[in-house]
């Protein structure tokens, strides 16, 4: 067994490491590293527990049989999962960070002793405040991110479930949690416990399913932050370090990208927070898709225009990622610079379903860094560009934002493309978005629609050049 003070020391190595994790993936370039310290640190946290069990004749082979399974799922799944279902993955790994934290908060109030908390019925204070708002916060976690994952995947529709008196029921639910854990604290009752258990699940489900596709990416690290908020209360009833580093670095940090994402798409930061305050109804007159006529071409026209084109910007999208065009986009863009063309790529904050979805696939396919930009350092540029090539995107190029007060995604700020001289637009058919609704950009005079699989359409052209 290990001591109290190493631990304490090792705990600390391990939140230094992760602090370092979080500062590497701020950078494409350094986001290798960075996983490399996240990796380093959750080996120690997890080694150093795993040494602090005090009986190694029964907890010790329990605790390493469940390491292994866990461990071992977890590897299956992350070496198997696309880059596409990325979203739903996290989606679910929150889900089980928030249930976790309720299991926790389970055993320690069933079995105060076991957790040097007291006794049944005489758990001190401090440590049942913890407890109980670890427990509330892990179950809003867990049942939020079970209906954000349904909708990522398909399972359940993306657009916003809504009802009337839906966020005055939301608010008493919210403010009858923080009663019960008062008169929990008060009274110590078990009934009580499971009451705001379940009250807590509740308002995780109505939490989410007001808010549509186009906020779905705030979503994720919205409960990002909450799943870290959980680890952090639990440690504190643990009196384990390394879970509220851990805890309050995951949950500060997901705060932080909600609020420069909804920065980014122009959404209220509380209303997210508060299950979609005011979220537009994507049935609006706004999503209606319009019969109006489009000029489509091939990759032959598209490879005439990129030929006599001096400047070209791409933007990629979720198109581009589940075609896995990547490859086949950087092979075009070469053979674009042997022509003496300037090409730059255009990132939209939420392009893909995820931020930095676009960053991970073009880095993957060995994109230099200074040819890729973010949407306010390259926006002003698409007015003097000859073409953007649109690959995928479509909620963060659709002017509509910028134009219908109704539309569910009206004030996000979105790439100016329509400003080209020409828009080449590779897309299989004229479906939405994923936020539901139909893109202007399409049917504009300068847009020409390729319509074609991402990577075989982009392969094309590059022979055509």
Request: with cysteine; hydrophobic share 50%.
């Amino acid at each position: 067994m290990i001591s109290s003070n190493l631990s304490a020391i090792f705990y600390l190595v391990s939140g230094v490491l992760f602090i370092l994790a979080l500062r590497g993936l701020s950078s494409p370039e350094t986001s290798r590293q960075g996983n490399f310290f996240g990796i380093l640190g959750m080996i120690i946290a997890v080694t150093v527990t795993f040494l602090s069990i005090g009986n190694f004749s029964s907890g010790f082979i329990f605790v390493l049989l469940f390491i292994l399974v866990g461990g071992s799922i977890g590897a299956f799944i992350a070496y198997k999962i696309p880059m596409t279902a990325m979203p739903e993955l996290v989606a679910g790994f929150h889900s089980l960070v928030g249930l976790a934290a309720v299991f926790v908060a389970i055993s320690a109030f069933l079995n105060p002793e076991a957790f040097n908390l007291g006794s049944p019925g005489n758990i001190k204070l401090g440590s049942l405040i913890e407890m109980s708002i670890g427990a509330a916060v892990g179950a809003i976690t867990f049942s939020g991110s079970v209906i954000a994952f349904l909708k990522l995947q398909g399972i359940m529709s993306g657009s916003p479930i809504t009802f009337k008196g839906q966020h005055p029921l939301n608010a008493i639910i919210l403010i009858s949690i923080i009663v019960i854990i008062y008169l929990l604290c008060s009274t110590q009752s078990s009934n009580l416990f499971w009451i705001l258990l379940i009250v807590s699940f509740l308002i995780g489900f109505l939490l989410i399913i007001p808010i549509g596709g186009a906020d779905m990416p705030v979503v994720i690290s919205m409960l990002n932050s909450y799943s870290g908020w959980a680890a952090a209360g639990i440690g504190f009833t643990l009196e384990n370090t390394a879970l509220i580093i851990t805890g309050a670095l995951v949950g500060s940090s997901g705060a932080i990208l909600s609020y420069i994402m909804c920065k980014g798409m122009n959404r209220s930061f509380f209303n997210v927070i508060l299950g979609g305050f005011g979220a537009t109804d994507d049935s609006s007159t706004g999503s209606k898709k319009e019969q109006r006529p489009v000029k489509s071409g091939n990759a032959d026209d598209a490879a005439f225009l990129m030929k006599n084109a001096s400047s070209v910007i791409i933007v990629p999208g979720y198109g581009m990622a589940v075609a896995q065009a990547q490859h086949a986009l950087r092979e075009m863009v070469d053979t674009l610079k042997k022509n003496d063309i300037k090409v730059s790529y255009a990132i939209h904050p939420v392009a893909g379903r995820m931020p930095g979805h676009m960053n991970v696939l073009l880095a993957e396919a060995n994109v230099p860094y200074d040819e890729v930009f973010e949407l306010e350092e390259i926006n002003n540029d698409f007015a003097n560009a000859d073409v953007a090539f649109v690959i995928g995107a479509n909620d963060v190029t659709n002017p509509v934002a910028k134009t219908d007060p109704q539309s569910p995604i009206y004030g996000m700020p979105v790439l100016d493309v329509e400003k080209c001289k020409s828009v080449l637009f590779v897309k299989r058919s004229l479906s939405p978005g994923y936020a539901g609704i139909d893109n202007d950009l399409f049917y504009r005079e300068n847009t020409l629609m390729l319509f074609a699989d991402a990577k075989k359409m982009t392969e094309d052209i590059t022979k055509n050049l």
